[in-house]
């Protein structure tokens, strides 16, 4: 077996993400020689050792960064500048700090200014998930074939780089580098506003009369219930990632906006070629992603 | 074994429904003596006969129908009118029409009025599907726990509705009984208006620019993915819905652009409770189908 990639590897949150990363590093053993995890409550650090996925729990987060050369943000974003004042004084000189949240500008913006020199900060997304959240929810095989992106600032340490680089890969994970504004963009379109309109159909059905309610249920299996699936997500994860891609996520709900009202203008003048084409180019995209086994 | 229900049951189009029927008429056979099936296309029929799920094929859906006592139309219902015109004058007296179509009162308006005298007309649909569409799309496991929705006129025959009530039971399905108004409002917000949103999500993001297109396959994993899967419906089957369930279709969606505009106004003006209680609604609802087995 190669040497661990890591002495002592920091998790800081150990919830879906988390959890997996901890999982993996225990199956494979050339990760980290030691997995220290933090979590906000008692209750989750004592399921995290029944389950047997750290070799440490530290409810402190500054802690549970000593020693570490590698610290993983595994929080909900909007907990990591709070998380990134705790842990700054901590840190070791030559350790990587790296997160895992659905927005980078944010991230950059909360943490980037607050790590100390000699510290290495590479902002990283594993594009990965289930509507499940907690401790338990992880599994050694989320990221197998999935991408990560990678979206260090100018002048990022490249050995450091290459160091998280190499983590996703032994996770599993496909990696590719680009601009936070980038990646912003594109998780706004195949995420965020997902996520966003899902969330928001379901509060349209609950808001039918109490009689069609039941059969809202009862007929979920119709299209609805793929929506139920994405809306099951956990509320402050996305409520941070939300308010942390603002720009971006109003930009591409504006254009889903447009195009809606478009589709329902043609369904009010029976305009059935344009609906056709519309739906055309959802099963072409369908079928791009069969192709490269992301479906 | 029970007797048949029906001597000769005709089926109208093979397709992810009626080619899931002709597998459980098949594997039970205590719903019909014989299964005949009619297609537009000589190539789908020879298809039909391979897979060994009908007892004869009829390209004319006028022979197709001679001598049956239960005429189901599982085409698209865009072609429903043209069908009923075909078929109607060689329906035997007592026989039972049917359908499976998703839009309820454009079936009643356009098959309705071309039924003949003596035969029982029953509109129903059985609310479950897959993106997949072709005889080769359909198994017999369809419908099981799924709910099928019986939309029958005022003073039609109790005795025919009772026949296609056990028809369903009999193919796996519960059964519900409903105005066709009523039913097209459910389905509307259920079923036709997810496939838009998705059909239209799709498109917006084929939009993108070239560069970022590559992005949103490989990072589809994060909630697209499910989006497109819905997306990959049949295009004509789509078109025929929303033109044939237009008013309520064009209400619900009205309805959905209201939430979400004022879902974006949280998102710009950082209303953080908001979003928590809409994703709290999501949940919710989520929790509500898995109990009930819809999910």
């Known amino acids: 077996m190669p040497d661990p990639l890591f002495h002592r590897l920091s998790l800081l949150g150990v919830g879906l993400i988390g959890s997996s990363i901890a999982r993996i590093a225990r199956e494979r053993g050339d990760i980290a020689a030691e997995v220290v995890v933090n979590a906000r409550t008692q209750m989750t650090l004592d399921r995290t050792m029944e389950l047997g996925i750290a070799d440490r729990v530290e409810i402190d987060p500054a802690r549970a960064v000593v020693g570490a050369d590698c610290v993983v943000l595994c929080a909900p974003v909007g907990a990591f500048a709070d998380l990134a004042v705790r842990i700054a004084p901590y840190l070791s000189p030559g350790a990587v700090l790296t997160d895992v949240g659905s927005t980078k500008q944010s991230v950059i913006r909360d943490v980037g200014s607050l790590v100390p020199a000699g510290v290495h900060f590479v902002p990283a997304h594993p594009i990965a998930g289930t ?152 099963r072409k995209i369908r079928r791009s992603l069969i192709e490269r086994k992301q479906a």
């Open 131 to 282: 509507e499940h959240s907690g401790p338990d929810a992880g599994f050694a095989e989320l990221f197998q074939g999935r991408w990560t992106a990678l979206t260090p600032p100018p002048g990022t340490d490249e050995a450091a780089i290459e160091k998280i680089a190499e983590l996703w890969r032994r996770c599993g994970s496909l990696v590719e580098r680009m601009e936070a504004s980038h990646h912003d963009r594109v998780l706004a379109i195949v995420s965020h506003l997902p996520h966003l309109i899902a969330f928001t159909i379901c509060g349209t059905a609950d808001d039918l009369a109490d009689e069609s309610r039941q059969e809202v249920v009862n007929f979920a299996a119709s299209g609805f219930r793929d929506f139920t699936r994405i809306a099951a997500s956990d509320p402050v994860m996305w409520r941070d990632i939300f308010l942390n891609n603002r720009e971006a996520l109003l930009e591409m709900l504006q254009r889903f906006m447009e195009d809606a009202q478009a589709m329902a203008r043609a369904v009010r003048w029976g305009d059935a070629a344009y609906i056709e084409d519309k739906v055309e180019r959802g």
